[in-house]
């Protein structure tokens, strides 16, 4: 299939939020903000900081001086960063009928040089709109992601088996592991009950994709502060290293959808989008955008997971023994690694948020690292504690969450994660099984830093023994 072919081609504060600028109001100048230089702003400050991978911390800095809302300019980008569980949330609620969100500059530069039409999360408006309401059909409704579970059994084995070759050893490259199986997952939930009979033929395809994805995060990254245009235009080595990653991923990704569309099974995913009558020009991006997204998000999140349970026996335990539910276990990771470590909106109009005005076209951005790590809200928040995420009685607020309205980890309304629910299913069966399998045994401690995603700065490395 030919890449990009036309055909497939803070906290505790009452806020009012109205839509229509009011009297009292505040003008968005008055919004505190942090110093920076003419043009440039505050990126000389970002650089001597750590730069990107450290952004989260330059951010955190700036909403413990200048409060739960401050604006920036960060040479490249301006934006009002937002921390206050309460405004996080009005944010959603102005954020319109088709929701925009901000793009990295080299994505949207190589769609526009290749003429590539890509996926949801590069649609907005009516387009945007319309595949949605028929994504969220499917992706969204428990009873059709359930129904996929003796796929999702088998694939959580198949990873299980392989580790078994780990057993008294450090996991080789547990980075590259959970990739492929965050990618086997989504594929399988694709195809349907056919995935289990192919498996071992998809393998090959599987180990090749979870190889090529990690480059595009990586250079993507790597681009982060720089004159992206000026370096497309003139074929710098950063750019064409990104362009190949991305030319590399996507077609891939094309060649795994073309292999899915002839294998498929009725009860897939893929099945359930072609019998909507969508054209191919439409369903093969928006499902090989599926497929990159699942390599990067849920196998860093899987990381994580693994990473703080090594480092916490009696927590594993606690989840042998129904003590702990693995559900609390990944939304404690969610809040400490959040996959999106900022959540942007596009104000659609203008707006009164926090008794500030912010004019149509603002990007505001949601900071989850600063409110997950916020003791107000959180208890201990650098602290792994899955049991803050119990409840005491049936229908009563979590035991070590002050507001859990902090909480946004797949963000909320019309524009929330279409993979929410089968990232979800994905982490809870895999991490219950591993941990049911293998004691995992911490080896070192790493630092997270930003590629996009949260990542760690170093391989993370766990040993696992055998339960049995």
Not at 120 to 146: C, P, S
């Amino acid at each position: 299939m030919k890449l990009c072919h036309k055909s497939f081609v803070q906290y505790g504060h009452a806020v009012h939020t109205i839509k229509n600028v009011i009297s009292g109001s505040k003008q968005f100048k008055e919004i505190p903000k942090r110093k920076g230089l003419p043009l440039i702003g505050t990126s000389l400050t970002i650089l001597a900081n750590g730069s990107a991978p450290k952004l989260h911390l330059h951010v955190d800095n700036g909403h413990k001086k200048l409060g739960p809302i401050f604006r920036e300019n960060m040479g490249t980008t301006t934006a009002v960063f937002i921390s206050d569980p309460v405004l996080m949330r009005q944010v959603f609620e102005v954020e319109g009928k088709y929701p925009k969100h901000f793009l990295p500059q080299p994505w949207i530069i190589f769609n526009e040089i290749h003429k590539c039409k890509r996926g949801l999360f590069f649609m907005d408006g009516k387009e945007w709109h319309v595949h949605r309401r028929i994504m969220n059909q499917y992706f969204l409704r428990n009873d059709v992601i359930a129904n996929l579970s003796g796929v999702h059994q088998e694939i959580v084995k198949y990873l299980i088996n392989r580790w078994k070759n780990f057993v008294g050893k450090e996991i080789p490259n547990l980075e590259h592991e959970f990739y492929r199986h965050s990618i086997s997952f989504l594929i399988g939930s694709l195809a349907g009950s056919s995935y289990v009979k192919d498996i071992n033929f998809y393998d090959m395809y599987v180990d090749k994709l979870s190889s090529v994805f990690y480059s595009i995060f990586a250079t993507t990254a790597e681009l982060n502060g720089k004159p992206v245009w000026l370096m497309a235009k003139l074929s710098a080595p950063g750019w064409k290293k990104f362009e190949t990653a991305v030319q590399n991923s996507l077609e891939a990704c094309y060649e795994i959808v073309d292999i899915i569309m002839k294998k498929r099974s009725s009860d897939g995913l893929l099945d359930k989008l072609l019998n909507e009558k969508l054209p191919l020009s439409a369903v093969v991006p928006i499902v090989a955008d599926l497929i990159l997204a699942a390599g990067d998000t849920t196998a860093i999140t899987s990381q994580w997971s693994l990473y703080l349970l090594s480092g916490r026996k009696d927590v594993q335990n606690a989840l042998l023994n129904g003590d702990i539910d693995v559900k609390s276990v990944v939304k404690e990771t969610l809040r400490m690694y959040p996959p999106a470590i900022f959540i942007s909106r596009m104000i659609p109009e203008d707006t009164n948020i926090s008794g500030y005005i912010l004019s149509e076209g603002e990007m505001v951005l949601l900071s989850l690292y600063t409110a997950g790590r916020n003791d107000d809200i959180y208890p201990s928040a650098n602290s792994f504690k899955p049991e803050r995420w119990m409840r005491s009685d049936v229908g009563k607020d979590f035991e070590g969450v002050v507001d859990r309205r902090a909480y946004l980890p797949f963000a909320m309304g019309a524009r929330a994660c279409i993979g929410k629910i089968l990232a979800l299913t994905q982490l809870h069966n895999t991490l219950k099984e591993i941990v049911t399998e293998f004691d995992l045994e911490f080896q070192e401690e790493v630092d997270m830093i930003l590629r996009l995603v949260p990542v760690p700065s170093k391989p993370i490395k766990i040993k696992i023994k055998s339960r049995k």
